[in-house]
């Protein structure tokens, strides 16, 4: 017999484009085909699931998923079990745009409706994706990489010519979501911590660099990560490597509609996450 | 249900909303709800409309701006938290906001000397400072935005953990105009009114290096240095609560651009003098050689900045001398205090 559990709300927090919808789609396509062994299921069907069906159908299909517009918030509410059936959790997660997140950082505002969600939240998933990661190059660096690779230099004698003024939307990635966890912090208040699962989508790109994916983290975004550890006793924190959509649309898309089942396209890399347990972060946040 | 912003439903089963149309989820006003959609907006494709269109005004929480901080905001939170204040003073041109840019930006690539990045309430002020040595900026050569004149709202704030005894903390830098300085040497008025200097745990005083390998600047460094610490002793603004940091900025110009080591002879005359002159009336006087941002390749990116940091840090002669932290009962005054005080600076 189930032992209901109290329900939960978690975010989903990212920039544009770091994979945010595309693993709700593919999340929804594995609880509800339990096609992978020992990984959290659905349990019972709740609210309305046009918007989820809508984008796990495209995922089954390797359509590209569209973008989330910034004014949605779309609520994705599941009903889980777990395989033994001892305990059902009752998870409801809102699809956010990542613009509303680049918004948060530049207004230095969020609507009430937002501020509930985040304290309210029991955690969070927080997304990211290497090709879509603005790191902080100064121009000392990449002038001594022009100089080594034996190139003049792109500098002219005049000095600079077209310049861009600073402005928040050039801001790098890592301060963006250093400063949008720094909002969440004050607003929920010391006493109240929060999980968080790094999640590096598109995993596929990157795993051949042999690296863990804090490992990956911390090369990528280090201030990121330093601000996390150093607030350990507010964040804590897991870091997965993602592939949810299994490969690249427009190179491998007949190989991966090929799969059977569909959720073998999945991919996960993590503590406590078996190859294709999408779900595993899930768990995590929720124990 | 149509309001101002168009017709608004729920997604969660059994909400009232979609009966009655009056509360979600016991939310007096259906907007607060985290469940609420706007209908005519859920709709999958291109949306360009910004959170200032989107979030009615009365709609919105206010988060912290990420500006510079103002005096009165530093003096105020000093005051209750462990915060250490920098004075960071010079000349103009001297190299302040150049150190300060490159000491934030020695964070981007990891833990630095020993110290971990922990927060910042002035992100978004630390970015603007480093933009123009940023190729975001499209420059080919990086740069540094001079100071505005008369800026009251030029202060920095940095949380650090020290890794090796995961201690926290805080850290409130000056970046305040040369000009400002140059009125702090010429007027006990002005020098007065630097209140922050009352409260600082470290001046730091630019001796500008690009002047001290010119025969005809050097001597006006030394002066420069030398009335500006007098001043701020003799309207004892500073004193033995005080560790006062004399910094060669600059000196990868002083390393590379004298072959007769004359500008490093004339450091060492400008150090013996200025430590013979006040050595014994301020708390600590230590003379340091920094790059922050070296313009040739004799010393590297950040040069005396590790060092720098660990003092800043590390040492606080008016902590040692001041009653432990007692919470102001006043209300808050700033946003420092709304966001800052909720979230304890020492850990």
């Given at each position: 017999?189930?032992?209901?559990v109290?329900?939960?709300?978690h975010?989903?927090?990212?920039?544009?484009?770091?994979?945010?919808?595309?693993?709700?789609?593919a999340?929804?396509?594995?609880?509800?085909?339990a096609e992978?062994?020992?990984?959290?299921?659905?349990?019972?069907?709740?609210?309305d699931r046009?918007?989820?069906?809508?984008?796990?159908?495209?995922?089954?299909?390797c359509?590209?998923?569209?973008?989330?517009?910034?004014?949605?918030?779309?609520?994705?509410?599941?009903?889980?079990?777990?395989?033994?059936?001892?305990?059902?959790i009752?998870?409801?997660?809102?699809?956010?745009?990542?613009?509303?997140?680049?918004?948060?950082?530049?207004?230095?505002?969020?609507?009430?409706?937002?501020?509930?969600?985040v304290t309210?939240s029991?955690?969070?998933?927080?997304f990211?994706?290497p090709n879509?990661?603005?790191?902080?190059?100064?121009?000392?660096q990449?002038?001594?990489?022009?100089?080594?690779?034996?190139?003049?230099s792109?500098r002219?004698?005049?000095?600079?010519?077209?310049?861009?003024?600073?402005?928040?939307?050039?801001?790098?990635?890592?301060?963006?979501?250093?400063?949008?966890?720094?909002?969440?912090?004050?607003?929920?208040?010391?006493?109240?911590p929060?999980?968080?699962a790094?999640?590096?989508?598109a995993?596929?790109?990157?795993?051949?660099?042999g690296?863990?994916?804090?490992n990956?983290?911390?090369?990528?975004l280090?201030l990121?990560l330093?601000f996390?550890?150093?607030?350990p006793?507010?964040?804590?924190?897991r870091?997965?490597?993602?592939?949810?959509q299994?490969?690249?649309?427009?190179?491998?898309?007949?190989?991966?509609?090929?799969h059977v089942?569909?959720?073998?396209?999945?991919?996960?890399?993590?503590?406590?996450?078996?190859?294709?347990?999408?779900?595993?972060?899930?768990?995590?946040?929720?124990? | 249900?149509?309001?101002?912003?168009?017709?608004?439903?729920?997604?969660?089963e059994?909400?009232?909303?979609?009966?009655?149309?009056?509360?979600?989820s016991?939310?007096?006003?259906?907007?607060?709800c985290?469940?609420?959609?706007h209908?005519?907006?859920?709709?999958?494709g291109?949306?360009?409309?910004?959170?200032?269109?989107?979030?009615?005004?009365?709609?919105?929480v206010?988060?912290?701006?990420?500006?510079e901080?103002d005096?009165?905001?530093?003096?105020?939170?000093s005051r209750d938290?462990?915060?250490?204040?920098?004075?960071?003073?010079?000349?103009?041109?001297?190299?302040?906001?150049?150190?300060?840019?490159?000491?934030y930006?020695?964070?981007?690539?990891?833990?630095?000397?020993?110290?971990s990045?922990?927060?910042?309430?002035?992100?978004?002020?630390?970015?603007?400072?480093?933009?123009?040595?940023?190729?975001?900026?499209l420059?080919?050569?990086?740069?540094?935005?001079?100071?505005?004149r008369?800026?009251?709202?030029?202060?920095?704030?940095?949380?650090?953990?020290?890794?090796s005894?995961?201690?926290?903390?805080d850290?409130?830098?000056?970046?305040?105009?040369g000009?400002?300085?140059?009125?702090?040497?010429?007027?006990?008025?002005?020098c007065?009114?630097?209140?922050?200097?009352?409260?600082?745990?470290?001046?730091a005083?630019?001796?500008?290096?690009?002047k001290?390998?010119?025969?005809?600047?050097?001597?006006?460094?030394?002066?420069?240095?030398?009335?500006?610490?007098?001043?701020?002793?003799?309207?004892?603004?500073i004193?033995?609560?005080?560790?006062?940091e004399?910094?060669?900025?600059?000196?990868?110009?002083?390393?590379?651009g004298d072959?007769?080591?004359?500008g490093?002879?004339?450091?060492?005359?400008?150090e013996?003098?200025l430590?013979?002159?006040?050595?014994?009336r301020?708390?600590?006087?230590?003379?340091?050689?920094?790059a922050?941002?070296?313009?040739n390749d004799?010393?590297?990116?950040?040069?005396?900045?590790?060092?720098?940091?660990?003092?800043?840090?590390?040492?606080?002669l008016?902590?040692?001398?001041v009653?432990?932290?007692t919470?102001?009962?006043?209300?808050?005054l700033?946003?420092?205090?709304?966001?800052?005080?909720?979230?304890?600076?020492?850990?």
């Amino acid at each position: 017999m189930s032992e209901r559990v109290a329900a939960s709300e978690h975010l989903l927090i990212g920039l544009p484009a770091t994979g945010k919808t595309t693993f709700l789609a593919a999340l929804w396509h594995l609880v509800e085909s339990a096609e992978i062994p020992g990984t959290l299921r659905l349990s019972k069907l709740e609210g309305d699931r046009e918007y989820i069906n809508e984008l796990a159908r495209k995922w089954q299909q390797c359509e590209p998923l569209p973008r989330t517009p910034v004014s949605s918030q779309s609520l994705v509410s599941m009903r889980l079990r777990d395989p033994e059936g001892a305990r059902e959790i009752e998870v409801a997660i809102p699809d956010i745009s990542g613009e509303a997140f680049r918004q948060q950082w530049t207004d230095r505002f969020w609507s009430r409706g937002f501020d509930k969600l985040v304290t309210g939240s029991s955690g969070a998933l927080l997304f990211l994706h290497p090709n879509e990661i603005v790191e902080p190059f100064r121009i000392d660096q990449a002038n001594l990489l022009v100089d080594a690779a034996g190139h003049a230099s792109g500098r002219s004698e005049e000095g600079a010519k077209e310049t861009v003024a600073w402005s928040h939307e050039l801001a790098p990635t890592q301060v963006i979501l250093t400063d949008v966890l720094q909002f969440m912090h004050y607003r929920r208040g010391p006493g109240r911590p929060m999980k968080v699962a790094i999640m590096i989508s598109a995993w596929d790109l990157v795993e051949s660099e042999g690296k863990t994916p804090q490992n990956w983290c911390e090369a990528r975004l280090p201030l990121l990560l330093q601000f996390l550890q150093s607030n350990p006793q507010f964040w804590a924190t897991r870091y997965y490597g993602v592939s949810a959509q299994g490969g690249d649309l427009d190179q491998h898309r007949d190989t991966l509609l090929r799969h059977v089942p569909a959720s073998k396209r999945v991919r996960i890399t993590g503590p406590d996450a078996a190859e294709h347990d999408l779900t595993a972060p899930l768990r995590w946040l929720f124990d | 249900m149509t309001d101002e912003t168009g017709d608004i439903g729920c997604r969660r089963e059994g909400c009232a909303l979609l009966t009655d149309g009056v509360r979600a989820s016991g939310y007096e006003d259906p907007e607060d709800c985290p469940s609420i959609v706007h209908e005519n907006s859920q709709r999958v494709g291109d949306d360009t409309r910004t959170n200032v269109e989107r979030i009615p005004e009365q709609n919105r929480v206010s988060l912290h701006s990420g500006l510079e901080l103002d005096a009165e905001t530093v003096l105020n939170v000093s005051r209750d938290v462990w915060a250490k204040v920098i004075l960071i003073a010079g000349a103009e041109g001297s190299g302040k906001t150049t150190l300060l840019a490159s000491l934030y930006d020695s964070f981007q690539r990891g833990p630095f000397e020993g110290f971990s990045f922990a927060g910042s309430l002035t992100l978004p002020a630390f970015e603007r400072l480093c933009h123009l040595s940023r190729i975001a900026s499209l420059r080919e050569t990086p740069e540094t935005e001079r100071t505005p004149r008369g800026d009251r709202r030029r202060y920095f704030h940095l949380s650090l953990t020290d890794v090796s005894s995961e201690d926290r903390c805080d850290l409130l830098f000056s970046d305040l105009a040369g000009e400002q300085f140059r009125l702090v040497m010429n007027s006990e008025d002005e020098c007065r009114k630097l209140a922050v200097a009352r409260r600082a745990d470290h001046v730091a005083v630019l001796a500008d290096g690009q002047k001290l390998i010119s025969l005809e600047s050097r001597a006006a460094v030394l002066s420069d240095v030398r009335r500006l610490l007098r001043s701020l002793l003799d309207c004892e603004m500073i004193g033995g609560q005080t560790v006062v940091e004399v910094l060669f900025s600059k000196w990868d110009l002083v390393k590379a651009g004298d072959q007769n080591a004359a500008g490093v002879s004339y450091a060492e005359r400008v150090e013996e003098e200025l430590r013979h002159t006040f050595s014994d009336r301020v708390g600590n006087l230590r003379f340091l050689k920094v790059a922050a941002r070296p313009q040739n390749d004799s010393v590297p990116f950040g040069y005396g900045l590790d060092t720098l940091l660990t003092h800043w840090a590390r040492e606080s002669l008016f902590m040692s001398g001041v009653e432990a932290h007692t919470v102001s009962p006043e209300p808050p005054l700033s946003e420092f205090d709304r966001f800052g005080l909720r979230y304890p600076m020492r850990a």
